[in-house]
Protein backbone atom coordinates (compact mmCIF):
# COMPACT_ATOMS: atom_id res chain seq x y z
CA UNK A 1 0.00 0.00 0.00
CA UNK A 2 1.03 2.98 -0.83
CA UNK A 3 1.82 5.83 1.55
CA UNK A 4 -0.71 9.29 0.26
CA UNK A 5 0.35 11.06 3.80
CA UNK A 6 2.76 13.80 2.98
CA UNK A 7 5.53 14.35 5.17
CA UNK A 8 4.03 17.17 7.59
CA UNK A 9 1.09 14.70 7.81
CA UNK A 10 3.68 11.81 9.26
CA UNK A 11 5.48 14.09 11.85
CA UNK A 12 2.43 15.01 13.27
CA UNK A 13 0.81 11.81 13.48
CA UNK A 14 4.36 10.42 15.05
CA UNK A 15 4.34 13.33 17.41
CA UNK A 16 0.69 13.09 18.64
CA UNK A 17 1.81 9.36 19.02
CA UNK A 18 4.59 10.07 21.41
CA UNK A 19 2.11 12.22 23.57
CA UNK A 20 -0.36 10.21 23.90
CA UNK A 21 2.09 7.10 25.17
CA UNK A 22 3.37 9.62 27.20
CA UNK A 23 0.41 10.41 28.42
CA UNK A 24 -0.54 6.63 29.15
CA UNK A 25 2.66 6.06 31.18
CA UNK A 26 1.70 8.95 33.27
CA UNK A 27 -1.66 7.62 34.11
CA UNK A 28 0.39 4.15 34.77
CA UNK A 29 2.48 5.75 37.03
CA UNK A 30 -0.30 7.82 39.20
CA UNK A 31 -2.36 4.40 40.31
CA UNK A 32 0.87 2.42 41.31
CA UNK A 33 1.54 2.88 45.30
CA UNK A 34 4.33 4.69 46.30
CA UNK A 35 7.83 2.79 46.82
CA UNK A 36 8.03 3.57 50.62
CA UNK A 37 4.80 0.92 51.09
CA UNK A 38 6.35 -0.96 48.53
CA UNK A 39 8.67 -4.55 49.77
CA UNK A 40 11.79 -4.74 48.21
CA UNK A 41 11.73 -9.08 47.73
CA UNK A 42 15.20 -9.68 47.91
CA UNK A 43 14.42 -13.20 47.11
CA UNK A 44 13.23 -12.51 43.59
CA UNK A 45 15.46 -10.15 42.76
CA UNK A 46 16.85 -10.91 39.49
CA UNK A 47 20.46 -9.41 39.62
CA UNK A 48 21.99 -9.81 36.20
CA UNK A 49 19.12 -7.37 35.24
CA UNK A 50 20.86 -4.72 37.55
CA UNK A 51 23.92 -4.32 35.26
CA UNK A 52 26.11 -6.94 37.29
CA UNK A 53 24.99 -9.88 36.49
CA UNK A 54 27.30 -11.25 33.53
CA UNK A 55 30.93 -11.78 35.96
CA UNK A 56 34.01 -9.45 34.40
CA UNK A 57 36.41 -10.70 32.03
CA UNK A 58 39.21 -12.45 33.99
CA UNK A 59 42.49 -10.95 34.03
CA UNK A 60 45.56 -11.93 34.77
CA UNK A 61 46.80 -11.49 38.36
CA UNK A 62 49.64 -11.05 39.59
CA UNK A 63 51.24 -13.04 42.48
CA UNK A 64 51.44 -9.88 44.74
CA UNK A 65 47.74 -9.21 44.53
CA UNK A 66 45.32 -10.07 47.16
CA UNK A 67 42.21 -12.06 47.20
CA UNK A 68 39.39 -9.76 46.56
CA UNK A 69 37.54 -9.60 50.56
CA UNK A 70 34.58 -10.77 51.13
CA UNK A 71 32.72 -7.85 52.67
CA UNK A 72 33.64 -5.56 49.76
CA UNK A 73 32.12 -7.81 47.03
CA UNK A 74 28.91 -7.77 48.83
CA UNK A 75 29.22 -4.05 49.66
CA UNK A 76 30.00 -3.67 45.51
CA UNK A 77 26.89 -6.65 44.70
CA UNK A 78 24.60 -4.28 46.66
CA UNK A 79 25.76 -0.87 45.11
CA UNK A 80 22.85 -1.10 41.89
CA UNK A 81 19.99 -1.23 44.45
CA UNK A 82 18.45 1.81 43.81
CA UNK A 83 15.42 1.47 45.10
CA UNK A 84 15.75 0.96 48.72
CA UNK A 85 14.26 3.13 51.04
CA UNK A 86 16.15 6.02 52.87
CA UNK A 87 15.21 5.15 56.11
CA UNK A 88 16.81 1.26 55.08
CA UNK A 89 19.67 3.21 53.48
CA UNK A 90 20.15 5.05 56.89
CA UNK A 91 20.08 1.98 59.37
CA UNK A 92 23.35 0.70 59.94
CA UNK A 93 24.35 -2.72 58.41
CA UNK A 94 23.87 -5.47 60.34
CA UNK A 95 27.64 -6.79 60.96
CA UNK A 96 28.81 -9.36 58.19
CA UNK A 97 30.37 -12.78 58.91
CA UNK A 98 32.94 -14.21 56.36
CA UNK A 99 30.32 -16.83 55.12
CA UNK A 100 27.74 -14.00 54.50
CA UNK A 101 29.73 -12.08 52.31
CA UNK A 102 31.29 -15.20 50.78
CA UNK A 103 27.42 -16.30 50.02
CA UNK A 104 26.33 -13.01 48.42
CA UNK A 105 29.93 -13.26 45.88
CA UNK A 106 28.58 -15.84 44.55
CA UNK A 107 25.07 -14.91 43.62
CA UNK A 108 26.49 -12.08 41.93
CA UNK A 109 28.98 -14.07 39.98
CA UNK A 110 26.20 -16.83 38.75
CA UNK A 111 23.97 -14.61 37.65
CA UNK A 112 21.17 -16.58 38.78
CA UNK A 113 18.37 -15.19 41.28
CA UNK A 114 20.01 -15.49 45.38
CA UNK A 115 17.79 -18.57 47.30
CA UNK A 116 16.06 -17.66 50.43
CA UNK A 117 18.87 -17.46 52.94
CA UNK A 118 17.78 -20.52 55.72
CA UNK A 119 16.81 -18.90 59.54
CA UNK A 120 19.79 -18.11 61.54
CA UNK A 121 20.32 -17.59 65.49
CA UNK A 122 19.80 -14.34 66.31
CA UNK A 123 23.74 -13.05 66.63
CA UNK A 124 25.21 -11.55 69.87
CA UNK A 125 25.51 -7.41 69.23
CA UNK A 126 28.63 -6.37 68.81
CA UNK A 127 30.20 -5.71 71.40
CA UNK A 128 31.66 -1.51 71.79
CA UNK A 129 34.69 -0.99 69.53
CA UNK A 130 33.80 -4.03 67.34
CA UNK A 131 34.59 -3.63 63.46
CA UNK A 132 31.99 -5.59 61.22
CA UNK A 133 32.66 -8.40 59.40
CA UNK A 134 35.91 -9.44 61.20
CA UNK A 135 37.04 -13.06 61.66
CA UNK A 136 38.02 -13.26 65.29
CA UNK A 137 38.76 -17.22 64.70
CA UNK A 138 41.82 -16.06 62.69
CA UNK A 139 43.39 -14.26 65.41
CA UNK A 140 43.30 -17.63 67.51
CA UNK A 141 40.70 -16.43 70.14
CA UNK A 142 37.56 -16.50 67.82
CA UNK A 143 35.81 -19.86 69.62
CA UNK A 144 33.98 -18.75 72.97
CA UNK A 145 35.39 -19.98 75.57
CA UNK A 146 33.53 -23.13 77.71
CA UNK A 147 31.62 -22.57 81.06
CA UNK A 148 33.99 -24.21 82.74
CA UNK A 149 36.71 -22.00 82.47
CA UNK A 150 35.09 -18.76 82.64
CA UNK A 151 35.57 -18.59 86.59
CA UNK A 152 39.49 -19.69 86.04
CA UNK A 153 39.66 -16.91 82.95
CA UNK A 154 38.55 -14.12 85.82
CA UNK A 155 40.92 -15.55 88.48
CA UNK A 156 43.73 -15.41 86.15
CA UNK A 157 43.52 -12.25 85.00
CA UNK A 158 43.59 -10.58 88.80
CA UNK A 159 47.02 -12.70 88.81
CA UNK A 160 48.11 -11.75 85.26
CA UNK A 161 47.71 -7.68 85.90
CA UNK A 162 50.07 -8.53 89.01
CA UNK A 163 52.84 -10.78 86.83
CA UNK A 164 54.14 -7.40 85.72
CA UNK A 165 54.49 -5.64 89.67
CA UNK A 166 57.19 -6.51 91.65
CA UNK A 167 55.86 -7.29 95.42
CA UNK A 168 57.27 -4.84 97.73
CA UNK A 169 58.20 -6.97 101.10
CA UNK A 170 58.80 -5.60 104.44
CA UNK A 171 61.83 -6.16 106.30
CA UNK A 172 61.89 -9.42 108.65
CA UNK A 173 61.52 -8.98 112.34
CA UNK A 174 64.49 -8.65 113.95
CA UNK A 175 67.86 -6.48 113.88
CA UNK A 176 68.65 -3.53 115.68
CA UNK A 177 66.44 -0.93 116.79
CA UNK A 178 65.39 2.05 115.43
CA UNK A 179 67.83 5.05 117.18
CA UNK A 180 64.33 6.90 118.63
CA UNK A 181 63.45 3.59 120.24
CA UNK A 182 62.30 3.81 123.94
CA UNK A 183 64.48 2.34 126.47
CA UNK A 184 63.49 -1.08 127.37
CA UNK A 185 64.75 -0.78 131.38
CA UNK A 186 63.21 2.78 131.09
CA UNK A 187 59.00 3.01 132.38
CA UNK A 188 56.53 5.94 132.55
CA UNK A 189 58.17 7.91 130.01
CA UNK A 190 62.07 7.52 131.47
CA UNK A 191 61.22 6.95 135.01
CA UNK A 192 63.34 4.27 135.80
CA UNK A 193 61.62 1.85 138.56
CA UNK A 194 64.29 2.38 140.77
CA UNK A 195 63.01 5.81 141.66
CA UNK A 196 59.51 4.34 143.03
CA UNK A 197 61.23 2.23 146.45
CA UNK A 198 60.22 -1.19 146.78
CA UNK A 199 58.09 -1.31 143.94
CA UNK A 200 59.94 -3.60 142.16
CA UNK A 201 59.48 -6.30 140.49
CA UNK A 202 61.44 -8.53 140.84
CA UNK A 203 62.21 -11.60 142.93
CA UNK A 204 65.14 -10.41 144.62
CA UNK A 205 64.18 -7.07 146.74
CA UNK A 206 64.74 -6.94 150.42
CA UNK A 207 62.06 -6.48 152.51
CA UNK A 208 61.18 -7.41 155.64
CA UNK A 209 58.33 -7.54 158.48
CA UNK A 210 57.88 -7.59 162.42
CA UNK A 211 54.65 -9.49 164.03
CA UNK A 212 53.93 -9.37 167.09
CA UNK A 213 51.44 -12.62 166.88
CA UNK A 214 50.31 -12.38 170.83
CA UNK A 215 50.83 -9.70 173.48
CA UNK A 216 48.75 -10.96 175.84
CA UNK A 217 47.25 -10.96 179.44
CA UNK A 218 46.51 -14.53 180.84
CA UNK A 219 44.80 -15.05 184.00
CA UNK A 220 43.43 -18.72 185.37
CA UNK A 221 43.36 -21.21 188.04
CA UNK A 222 43.66 -18.68 190.58
CA UNK A 223 47.15 -16.88 188.83
CA UNK A 224 47.71 -14.75 186.10
CA UNK A 225 50.81 -13.95 183.76
CA UNK A 226 51.50 -12.94 180.27
CA UNK A 227 52.35 -14.44 177.04
CA UNK A 228 54.17 -12.99 174.52
CA UNK A 229 54.88 -14.80 170.91
CA UNK A 230 56.45 -12.75 167.95
CA UNK A 231 58.66 -13.35 165.07
CA UNK A 232 60.89 -11.16 162.99
CA UNK A 233 62.56 -11.84 158.95
CA UNK A 234 64.16 -9.68 156.63
CA UNK A 235 65.13 -11.16 153.07
CA UNK A 236 63.67 -11.44 149.67
CA UNK A 237 60.77 -14.06 148.20
CA UNK A 238 63.83 -17.25 148.43
CA UNK A 239 66.10 -16.45 151.41
CA UNK A 240 65.69 -14.63 154.80
CA UNK A 241 66.98 -14.29 157.79
CA UNK A 242 64.18 -15.56 160.33
CA UNK A 243 63.77 -15.40 164.49
CA UNK A 244 61.47 -16.43 166.42
CA UNK A 245 60.58 -15.79 170.36
CA UNK A 246 57.84 -17.57 172.46
CA UNK A 247 57.71 -16.70 176.67
CA UNK A 248 55.60 -17.11 179.21
CA UNK A 249 56.20 -14.87 182.79
CA UNK A 250 54.24 -15.87 185.91
CA UNK A 251 54.01 -14.61 189.35
CA UNK A 252 56.46 -11.97 188.16
CA UNK A 253 59.42 -14.47 186.92
CA UNK A 254 60.29 -15.64 183.46
CA UNK A 255 58.86 -19.35 183.62
CA UNK A 256 60.56 -20.79 180.39
CA UNK A 257 61.07 -19.17 176.92
CA UNK A 258 62.37 -20.14 173.29
CA UNK A 259 64.51 -18.67 170.85
CA UNK A 260 65.09 -19.53 167.33
CA UNK A 261 67.67 -17.79 164.75
CA UNK A 262 66.92 -19.15 161.12
CA UNK A 263 67.87 -18.98 157.79
CA UNK A 264 64.60 -19.42 155.84
CA UNK A 265 64.68 -20.83 152.42
CA UNK A 266 61.68 -21.17 149.71
CA UNK A 267 61.94 -24.73 148.07
CA UNK A 268 58.16 -24.92 146.23
CA UNK A 269 55.44 -22.56 146.40
CA UNK A 270 53.81 -21.46 150.40
CA UNK A 271 56.80 -23.82 151.48
CA UNK A 272 59.81 -23.13 153.32
CA UNK A 273 62.91 -25.15 154.61
CA UNK A 274 64.44 -23.57 158.22
CA UNK A 275 67.72 -24.50 159.63
CA UNK A 276 69.51 -22.49 162.79
CA UNK A 277 70.02 -22.36 166.32
CA UNK A 278 67.51 -22.73 169.44
CA UNK A 279 68.07 -21.42 172.71
CA UNK A 280 65.84 -22.57 175.93
CA UNK A 281 66.26 -20.09 178.79
CA UNK A 282 63.68 -20.06 182.22
CA UNK A 283 63.54 -22.44 185.22
CA UNK A 284 66.29 -24.81 184.86
CA UNK A 285 68.85 -23.06 183.15
CA UNK A 286 69.71 -22.59 179.50
CA UNK A 287 69.92 -25.29 176.65
CA UNK A 288 71.03 -24.96 173.09
CA UNK A 289 70.02 -26.81 170.12
CA UNK A 290 70.54 -27.33 166.46
CA UNK A 291 67.25 -27.11 164.59
CA UNK A 292 65.93 -27.83 161.15
CA UNK A 293 62.50 -27.47 160.13
CA UNK A 294 59.98 -26.85 157.82
CA UNK A 295 57.27 -24.15 157.45
CA UNK A 296 54.35 -23.21 155.07
CA UNK A 297 50.50 -23.30 153.98
CA UNK A 298 49.29 -26.49 154.11
CA UNK A 299 46.30 -27.31 152.17
CA UNK A 300 42.65 -25.70 152.97
CA UNK A 301 44.76 -22.70 154.48
CA UNK A 302 46.84 -24.22 157.06
CA UNK A 303 48.92 -22.54 158.80
CA UNK A 304 51.94 -25.13 160.05
CA UNK A 305 55.54 -25.43 161.64
CA UNK A 306 57.09 -28.50 161.74
CA UNK A 307 60.93 -28.58 163.59
CA UNK A 308 63.48 -30.78 165.17
CA UNK A 309 66.17 -30.26 167.42
CA UNK A 310 69.09 -31.90 168.71
CA UNK A 311 71.59 -31.37 171.55
CA UNK A 312 74.63 -33.31 172.45
CA UNK A 313 73.57 -35.34 175.59
CA UNK A 314 70.01 -34.20 175.42
CA UNK A 315 69.09 -36.62 172.26
CA UNK A 316 66.02 -34.96 169.91
CA UNK A 317 63.32 -32.75 170.33
CA UNK A 318 60.64 -31.74 168.07
CA UNK A 319 57.73 -28.95 167.76
CA UNK A 320 54.45 -28.94 165.95
CA UNK A 321 52.34 -26.11 165.25
CA UNK A 322 49.25 -25.51 163.19
CA UNK A 323 46.61 -22.73 163.26
CA UNK A 324 43.42 -21.72 161.27
CA UNK A 325 41.75 -18.54 159.92
CA UNK A 326 38.05 -18.35 159.74
CA UNK A 327 37.03 -15.08 158.81
CA UNK A 328 32.70 -14.36 159.89
CA UNK A 329 33.70 -10.62 158.27
CA UNK A 330 36.51 -9.37 156.63
CA UNK A 331 37.79 -7.78 159.91
CA UNK A 332 36.16 -9.71 162.32
CA UNK A 333 38.54 -13.32 162.00
CA UNK A 334 38.88 -16.53 165.00
CA UNK A 335 41.78 -18.50 165.10
CA UNK A 336 42.13 -21.61 166.66
CA UNK A 337 45.50 -23.01 166.92
CA UNK A 338 47.13 -26.34 167.96
CA UNK A 339 50.60 -27.26 169.65
CA UNK A 340 52.85 -30.33 171.06
CA UNK A 341 56.63 -30.65 171.93
CA UNK A 342 57.91 -34.10 172.20
CA UNK A 343 60.92 -35.29 174.00
CA UNK A 344 63.17 -38.45 173.28
CA UNK A 345 65.53 -38.15 176.91
CA UNK A 346 63.74 -36.87 180.16
CA UNK A 347 65.37 -33.22 181.80
CA UNK A 348 64.69 -33.15 185.43
CA UNK A 349 66.25 -29.30 185.44
CA UNK A 350 63.94 -28.24 182.83
CA UNK A 351 61.14 -30.71 184.37
CA UNK A 352 60.21 -32.36 181.15
CA UNK A 353 59.98 -35.93 180.82
CA UNK A 354 60.81 -38.14 177.78
CA UNK A 355 57.96 -38.63 174.78
CA UNK A 356 55.24 -36.52 174.36
CA UNK A 357 55.35 -33.54 176.46
CA UNK A 358 52.59 -30.87 176.71
CA UNK A 359 49.80 -30.40 174.42
CA UNK A 360 47.96 -26.65 174.29
CA UNK A 361 45.45 -25.19 172.34
CA UNK A 362 43.99 -21.66 172.04
CA UNK A 363 41.16 -20.35 170.63
CA UNK A 364 41.69 -16.19 169.81
CA UNK A 365 38.75 -14.13 168.37
CA UNK A 366 39.91 -11.04 166.63
CA UNK A 367 38.99 -7.77 165.32
CA UNK A 368 41.10 -5.60 162.63
CA UNK A 369 40.58 -2.20 163.47
CA UNK A 370 43.64 -1.76 160.49
CA UNK A 371 45.31 -4.87 158.86
CA UNK A 372 48.39 -3.78 161.70
CA UNK A 373 46.67 -3.33 164.48
CA UNK A 374 43.63 -5.82 166.22
CA UNK A 375 42.02 -6.16 169.52
CA UNK A 376 41.39 -10.09 170.64
CA UNK A 377 40.30 -11.95 173.35
CA UNK A 378 40.23 -16.06 173.92
CA UNK A 379 40.30 -19.13 175.85
CA UNK A 380 43.72 -20.86 176.16
CA UNK A 381 43.60 -24.63 177.48
CA UNK A 382 46.63 -27.25 177.97
CA UNK A 383 47.25 -30.64 179.41
CA UNK A 384 50.83 -31.98 180.02
CA UNK A 385 51.90 -35.82 179.65
CA UNK A 386 54.08 -38.82 181.04
CA UNK A 387 57.54 -37.32 183.28
CA UNK A 388 56.30 -33.88 182.85
CA UNK A 389 52.76 -34.03 184.31
CA UNK A 390 54.93 -35.88 187.36
CA UNK A 391 57.29 -32.91 187.36
CA UNK A 392 55.03 -30.69 187.89
CA UNK A 393 53.04 -32.91 190.48
CA UNK A 394 55.89 -32.84 192.55
CA UNK A 395 56.27 -29.05 192.26
CA UNK A 396 52.53 -28.84 193.64
CA UNK A 397 51.17 -27.74 190.13
CA UNK A 398 48.19 -28.85 188.48
CA UNK A 399 48.73 -30.64 184.92
CA UNK A 400 45.89 -29.42 183.24
CA UNK A 401 45.46 -25.42 183.17
CA UNK A 402 42.59 -23.08 181.62
CA UNK A 403 42.98 -19.29 180.97
CA UNK A 404 40.96 -16.31 179.89
CA UNK A 405 43.84 -13.84 177.72
CA UNK A 406 42.95 -10.60 176.18
CA UNK A 407 45.57 -8.82 173.82
CA UNK A 408 46.46 -7.05 170.86
CA UNK A 409 47.72 -8.23 167.45
CA UNK A 410 50.40 -5.86 165.62
CA UNK A 411 52.59 -5.96 162.59
CA UNK A 412 54.70 -3.74 160.78
Same mark, same amino acid.
Given at each position: ???????????????????????????????? *?????????????????????????????????????????????????????????????????????????????????????? *???????? @???????????????????????????RAVKPQAA???????????????????????????????????????????????????????????????????????????????????????????????? !??????????????? @?????????????????????????? *???????????????????? !???????????? !????????????????????? @?GEGLSDIN????????? @????? *??????????????????????????????????????
Amino acid at each position: MKNTLSKPARCALALAYLLAAHAAAQTAASSQ *PPQSTRSHDMSTMDHSKMGHGTPAPASKKSPQQAPPNPAESNAAGHAGHADTPDAAQKAPPAPATEHQGHATGHTGHTGHAAKPAA *PTKPQAQP @TPGAMPGMDHSAMGHGAAPAAGSAGHERAVKPQAAMAGHAMQMGPMQGGDPPPDARDPNAYNEGTRHATFGNHEMNDNAPFGKVLLDKLEAARGDGEHGQNLEAEVWYGNDYNKAWLKFEGERRGGSLESS !RTELLWDRAFAPFWS @TQLGVRHDSGEGGGRNWLAVGVQGLA *PYWFETEAAAYWRPGSGLAA !RLNVKYEILFTP !RLILEPELGANLYSRADPERA @TGEGLSDINMGLRLRYEI @TRKFA *PYIGVTWSRQFGGTADYTRQRGGDRSEVQAVAGVRLWF
